[in-house]
């Protein structure tokens, strides 16, 4: 279910709802993009009709910052808890290792995503790190075959906001992933 707030779309659902409904679009391979709204990206949105556009055009838009819920809720709204964009990667990456699905990485300085791909295989060592990348390569064609040729499921994107999402919406139709999410800093954060 979906609410507007300051006319972004925005998901309704708690992470127990949310993550089997992203894991169901990857077994009928419906491509999904997860971005994480939060009061600042509310605010741009409504300066910025393209970005608004973009944010609506994501399948899932998750309440990520408390602002979200406290105005949902002064519109007698039903968005009741945050949904993190930390969180959500987190609990996706979990049911990957779950149920073998594969991830990627793509995104951050040289070597911070490998670094954050160790962090979560000692967390979940059952799970599959289909590759990595780092956000600075600039031969885009050379990036998209590289994810292609690892085969991952999941595709996370960590190279700051809306950069990463305007990515993930022009490529997507030419990678093979299924699901993606936009995370911003997150990589830098689980590499430490
Ligand atoms: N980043 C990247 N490629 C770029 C620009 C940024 O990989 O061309 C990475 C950067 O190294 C950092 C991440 O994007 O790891 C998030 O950047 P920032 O903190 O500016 O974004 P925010 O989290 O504020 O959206």
Same mark, same amino acid.
């Given at each position: 279910?979906?609410?507007?707030?300051?006319?972004?779309?925005?998901?309704?659902?708690?992470?127990?709802?949310?993550?089997?409904?992203?894991?169901?679009?990857?077994?009928?391979?419906?491509?999904?993009?997860?971005?994480?709204?939060?009061?600042? %990206? =509310?605010?741009?949105?409504?300066?910025?009709?393209? =970005?608004?556009?973009?944010?609506?055009?994501?399948?899932? @838009?998750?309440? #990520?910052?408390?602002?979200?819920?406290?105005?949902?809720?002064? @519109?007698?709204?039903?968005? %009741?808890?945050?949904?993190?964009?930390?969180?959500?990667?987190?609990?996706?990456?979990?049911?990957?290792?779950?149920? *073998?699905?594969?991830?990627?990485?793509?995104?951050?300085?040289? *070597?911070?995503?490998?670094?954050?791909?160790?962090? +979560?295989?000692?967390?979940?060592?059952?799970?599959?790190?289909?590759?990595?990348?780092?956000?600075?390569?600039?031969?885009?064609?050379?990036?998209?075959?590289?994810?292609?040729?690892?085969?991952?499921?999941? +595709?996370?994107?960590?190279?700051?906001?809306? %950069?990463?999402?305007?990515?993930?919406?022009?490529?997507? #139709?030419?990678?093979?992933?299924? =699901?993606?999410?936009?995370?911003?800093?997150?990589? #830098?954060?689980?590499? *430490?």
């Amino acid at each position: 279910m979906k609410e507007q707030v300051l006319g972004v779309d925005v998901n309704t659902e708690n992470y127990d709802e949310l993550i089997p409904k992203l894991f169901a679009n990857i077994d009928a391979e419906k491509k999904s993009l997860v971005v994480a709204i939060n009061p600042e %990206k =509310l605010m741009k949105a409504k300066e910025d009709p393209e =970005l608004k556009a973009l944010l609506n055009r994501a399948e899932f @838009q998750i309440p #990520d910052g408390v602002g979200v819920i406290i105005a949902s809720k002064l @519109q007698k709204g039903n968005i %009741k808890s945050r949904v993190t964009g930390v969180d959500t990667m987190d609990r996706i990456v979990r049911e990957a290792a779950r149920c *073998g699905k594969s991830i990627f990485l793509y995104g951050a300085k040289p *070597g911070v995503a490998d670094a954050a791909a160790s962090k +979560l295989i000692e967390t979940y060592p059952d799970l599959i790190v289909a590759g990595t990348q780092d956000g600075y390569e600039q031969d885009t064609q050379k990036v998209i075959d590289t994810i292609n040729e690892a085969k991952p499921e999941i +595709l996370f994107v960590a190279m700051g906001s809306p %950069k990463q999402e305007l990515w993930i919406e022009q490529h997507r #139709d030419n990678l093979y992933p299924t =699901l993606y999410q936009g995370v911003g800093g997150t990589f #830098d954060v689980l590499a *430490g």
